[in-house]
């Protein structure tokens, strides 16, 4: 458990999973203890409900300024370049995966940091690494510098736990479908504009085939991973940076199908891009039992499940003329 006094940082705080980690952390820690950070301004719910700092987590200075600042001891490190995005600048991705993530734990060992959650993804998997159920430990030659800069991240996680004894601890995150911030870049976004689309248009045009299968999970789940592995007891953890976790495996022709229960007159069209070589590359499904047995990970949504309440969550904001969609 968090003590009371432990104030803490979130990077990426604006993205998709820190514009509801954030909410989460403040309504179990007070909101004046969870100090959101980003470059980009966040949603004004996220800025006024508690404390915003701007912060490019390229700069050490910026960033050191801020743990000394707030008296941070614990961080989420969520800023990053996925996969899509990455292949477009590299250097950019290179740039703001490592060394953001190398100034996140050189800050925290110099400042007295105690604990620093930064997730990882499948894009650590490659073409060579077994595809259906992929186990924990396994061959990583990902062929995305996204994949790249998130296997040198667990790796550069885990010497900081045996050098420093720094509580580091991480999660690889298949595709993260949630009904309130749109992912930003990543290879698995399909998955979330197909429900927007769908609601709008009762039209998608994805850009994966109909048979790419991927490892998914839904928000709450992604959330609950999240929070029950930083609480988990650390002399447990026999993994620390790298926890496989999944909650579903669908293809895109299946999520079309179980959203087509739902709204009979959806159609899909199929014009794979750039993202479908990204896509080919990574796991169709994922063992997770290492986060099972060693932290207790229970996913609660399946397929049939996140789409029914996908539907309900962004049907409701639709109709109060609330769904905001570029
Ligand atoms: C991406 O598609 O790049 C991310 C990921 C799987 O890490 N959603």
Known sequence: ????SDTILVTGAAGQIGSELVPALRK??????VIATDIIQPS?????????EKLDVTSRQELGEIIKKHRIKIIYHLAAILSATGEKSPQKAWEVNMNGLYNVLEASRELGVKQVFCPSSIAVF?????RVNTP???????TTIYGVTKVAGEHLGEYYVRKYNLDVRGCRFPGIISSETLPGGGTTDYAVAIF??????RRYTCFLKPETRLPMMYMPDCLKSILTLMAADFNRLKHHTNFNVTAMSFSAAELATEIKKHLPDFEVEYRPDFRQAIADSWPESIDDRAAREEWGWQPDYDLARMTAE????LGEKHRQGKLAYP
């Open 28 to 33: 179990i820690h007070g909101d004046s203890r």
């Open 44 to 52: 004004p719910a996220l800025a006024g409900s508690g404390p915003f």
């Open 1 to 4: 458990m968090t003590p009371d």
């Open 126 to 130: 490659g073409p060579a690494t077994p």
């Open 196 to 201: 927007y689309e769908a609601i709008i248009h």
């Open 136 to 142: 924990q430990d396994t061959i990583l030659s990902p």
């Open 310 to 313: 996908m539907l309900q969550i």
